[in-house]
């Protein structure tokens, strides 16, 4: 398969995927819609200040989806110096789990603001994601000397570390999570899944 070709089709398949995310919003937006108005005057439906609802243009042109699909990943390609077209056609590809595309404009992104704090945090994600658990911890531990206590940071590395099998850095991340935040839903589950590991079960 040509690059071209292949270009096209990881395009028709996020072209896929967010036609039917958009649907599938829409729908949900409008049974939400219906179901505020009943009983009370539409315009208390929504507050004042939240933005218009009402528009359909992307739904009701899929072409037009496309063309910003194409458009996003073109420009982070032809702009390789462009910060925000590598993070967007990095979302795109995250969305359907495409996640060693993802990486890849992340990695540039990263390269053009080092010091830019959601980058390394999603670069920590997305590794985590892909079962990339060594470079997935060292970008949360990056993430956590510019910023000790973040508790999404904390709990993909506790994550990271129990998923690579680390007995000793999981116990080290378990407990900065749980100092930061006593009441975390995830400390539970990383206790039991450490006691796990270091039982050799």
Not at 7 to 33: C, D, E, P, R, W
Not at 107 to 128: E, F, I, S
Not at 155 to 161: K, P, R, W, Y
Not at 167 to 174: G, H, R
């Amino acid at each position: 398969m040509t690059r071209e070709n292949l270009l096209f089709a990881i395009i028709g398949i996020l072209f896929g995927f967010i036609v039917g995310f958009i649907f599938a919003s829409t729908m949900s937006q409008k049974n939400a819609m219906s179901a505020a108005t009943v009983g009370a005057g539409s315009s208390q439906s929504l507050p004042a200040d939240h933005p218009p609802v009402g528009s359909q243009d992307a739904v009701n042109d899929p072409a037009k989806i496309r063309e910003q699909v194409t458009s996003s990943i073109a420009k982070a390609k032809n702009e390789p110096q462009n910060f925000d077209a590598q993070m967007q056609a990095a979302e795109l590809y995250y969305q359907i789990q495409r996640y060693d595309q993802a990486i890849e404009f992340l990695l540039k992104a990263n390269q053009l603001k080092p010091t830019d704090y959601r980058t390394v945090v999603l670069l920590g994600m997305v590794n985590l994601d892909a079962s990339h658990f060594d470079v997935a911890e060292k970008w949360y531990q990056a993430a956590l000397k510019m910023k000790q206590d973040d508790t999404m940071v904390l709990s993909g590395l506790a994550a990271a570390t129990l998923q690579k099998g680390d007995a000793k850095a999981a116990e080290d991340a378990i407990a900065k999570l749980e100092k930061v935040d006593p009441t975390s839903v995830d400390l539970p589950q990383f206790k039991e899944k450490l006691t796990a590991l270091k039982s050799g079960k």
